[in-house]
């Protein structure tokens, strides 16, 4: 009993250091009255025509920070994401497969509201994918708000209703791979252009730059599109909405199937 | 200074949660309770960051341009009253990785309860 309770307080001090590190230890208490620097630039030249060589003509400042100026991180996150949808379909194989073929689903009543519902939650994750640039929200947060309607109509009709409609792990893997490779075409799409008129461009480059003078049109008819960041807010959006409807469809494969595929892929080894 | 208390609070609420969610990750011996400490650590230090990113200026704004073309004068008001737009980016980065992690987390402790018919940590390593 001694050195259960001894283990409990070592990991009590354990904690309590981390926790210092983590707060104290590596931000100091310091939340500035100015804008810090770094920040200063960005908000000074985010959407500027003044200074078109540092700008990105995005006017949500987040938004430019995240699919301009730190282009290339947030890539590599869309790509740890990536990894851990594939780990997980990994771990689940063979298990998509076993569909049920029929379920009961709920009431009528909320099957229908849920018809009403998930349409117009389809509307708003097309708005807030589509509005990234102007106002807060982007890929991300639209492709898990489009994500909850498959949620719901998960609930509501059950997991053969969508089979039935091809809303199944195949179709969500290929519409997921779909947005990469248009997320990663995007990316590369002034570089591309650069290779037809013979001239340089980098990767994840939106407006022109010093000795890179190409650039996508950040307004088309007076719309503001902010160059390639609609479109890698678009293809992010479809992305990361199959990529929650792939989980969402893994996890509602009925409990017996997936025990016994568990169980009887072990005792194969 | 009643700002300066408010950081403070913040801070010592930041620390303590901190505190409970390693706690929870260390010394519970339930996966489901563990991957929900982390969960709550994860959005604790998204939490610190927004934090840090916030300015104590009168009236603060979002860093969004609200005009379409805007004139020096937007961007001065945006300087004087805009929040960090950084660390919203990073939190945003942070939240898509932490919930890609926890869904692979879930579903390792699926396929553990699948195969082993408990969570339990003690009892994992035991006789099947």
Redesign the interface.
Known sequence: MGSRLLA?LS??A???A???A???GV?S?Y??????P???I???S?????TPLFSSMT????T???WDY?GI??FF??A??Y???V??AA??RGIERSAPRTSVGLSTIVRTVTRIVALMIVVVGSAIILHGHL??G?G?QGGATIAVAVALALVAYGLAKLVEHRIDYETSLKVRSLGLLGLSLSACIALIAALILNTNAYVFQNQPKTYAPIGLPYAVDGV?ISGTVLLLNIFDGIA?AAGFAL?LI??SQPEDV??ER??SS?GGE | MILDLLVLYLYALIFATIGVAIYGVVARSNVAKKIIALTILGDTVNLLLVLLGYRFVERPAPPVVTSLVPTSRDIEYLVEHGVDPLLQAFVITAIVINLAVTALLVFLAIHAYHRFGTLEMDEMGGEV
């Open positions: 409990a990991m009590c354990m904690a309590l981390l926790a210092y983590l707060t104290v931000f208490i939340i500035p009255i100015e804008l810090r770094l920040a200063k960005l908000v000074t985010a959407y500027n025509e003044s006017p949500e400042i987040v430019a920070v995240v730190r991180d947030t996150e869309v740890v994401f990894v851990a949808i780990a997980t771990l689940f106002t807060p982007g991300f503001l990361v989980l893994l996890l997936a025990r568990v169980l072990e």
